[in-house]
């Protein structure tokens, strides 16, 4: 059997870029067959662009406030992510809402990751959310991109438990480890053609996932293999 050829990947950040390292270590590892192509982002001087860098990959800034309309600007960011061929595109924290036009060119073939167990909190400020409405469990779910916002079908999610001295910060950090495991696993299966989406529903190994596969329940211990 020949060996699968790396799947060529785009990622779209804002800002630390944390997750596109963990994607990056995951691929360094062996555990994601994809080669990251470029990393694009919408705000020049952040972290990420510098962790891509280090790693000799191609980085742009398309710098979002340089456009009069929300379509100027993603028809500008499809036509750079093309040079690329990519794919896989990654939302890891890119933080604009995308037009119809450009999710429909690149949907079932884009992931994001989102800082709540969806459907719970979509949007913004979600651990603050989570606390206010006192749950028991909050955590990160990977879904593919579709034009309703945060409401893409659900591949894998993570929980951990709201604790009772639990503040913004560290539910935050405690999620963001969480997501550092699930995104790259999401990643992997993508790449060696586990999961896809077709009208709207993802399917695993080619059968219909009815529910987002939650990574506690793993029969193995998650690792992005």
Known sequence: MSKQSPLPIVVLISGNGSNLQAIIDAIHSGDITGEIKAVISNRAGVYGLE???RHGIPVEVIDHT???SREKFDAELMQRIEVYKPELVVLAGFMRILTDNFIRHFEGRMLNIHPSLLPNFRGLNTHQRALDAGVDYHGCSVHFVTSKLDGGPVIIQSKISVLDNDDVESLTTRVVHQEHII???????YCTGRIKMNNNQVYMDNKPLMQAIMADELPIKVTAK
Not at 183 to 189: K, M, T
Request: glycine fraction near 0%; avoid cysteine; charge should be neutral.
């Open 51 to 53: 962790r891509a860098q």
């Open 66 to 68: 340089q456009f009069d």
């Open 183 to 189: 995104y790259p696993l999401a990643v992997s299966w």
